[in-house]
């Protein structure tokens, strides 16, 4: 049996101490340039002061933001698949004990859905025009109840904040790496040679640049696997029907269209990845660190075998 609020919580530790990691990857690059410009922490402090405005916007805001990429639309409930999924949703926030989301249709034949929001209260659903095409009624309540689980599991905060930070951090390299000779030239040693003292930082800040992006989707790829594993778990218990989930992904998995609307930056908020490849199924070591989901069939294997 699943203890559901120790894996989330365990989850929760799991993710304070990556991003963690992502905020200090950021201070590395500020700190080394700031070094480099023989500047107070200037950088460092706009940094800072940055990346905590950008996640008040994100909380803020953020949502917003991606659904505003997604072209997401209320539904229309004289369509009867519309209808369905607005009853689904009430179904399962009964079922969750959550608070009912709000819940949109975004216009894409690939079959995907989301969830958004900084807490319960304000959280969104959001699903394809292809989902409600492809999925029969019991396996569309089971992805509906797997983007609620996201949801009660405050994994919609923390996807929104992931997307800012990793973006962030993005910008900040490419400035980095743009201004990279500038505190070069013109400067001298003690000694007036011509030679600057801390020339040896750009090859450091180089390859900090060059890794922190990188460093920080691994990041981002990390906290979103584990939750997808403890999302169908949740869903489960809400719907008490694991082979629904299950034969859902299966469908999807066999469709795999491109969900259009989806980009890097939000990949990990969706249900399964947006851009279908086939280093989605592979196993091991280097395809976990580059996969924002597990392989479809280990969710179904463990699926299968909670039932």
Known sequence: MIDFHAAAEANRRRSRWLLALVTALALAVGLTLDALLRSTPFVTVLLLLGMALALLAARAFGDKVVLLTLRAAEP????????????????????????????LVIPDPAPNALATGHDPGRATIAVTSGLLEKLDRAQTQAVVAHEMAHVGNRDTRLGVTVAVMVGAIALLADVAWRVRWQPSRGRSGPSGDGKDPLAFLVPLLLLITALAPIASRLVAFAISRQREYLADATAVAFTRNPEALASALEVIGADRRPTRSGTQGTAHLFFVRPAASRADERRGFLADLFATHPPIADRVARLRGIA
Request: glycine share 4%; aromatic share 0%.
């Open 76 to 103: 229309d409930p004289a369509d009867p698949e519309h209808r369905q999924l607005l009853n689904l949703v009430h179904e399962m926030s009964v079922a969750s004990g959550l608070p009912q989301p709000r819940v």
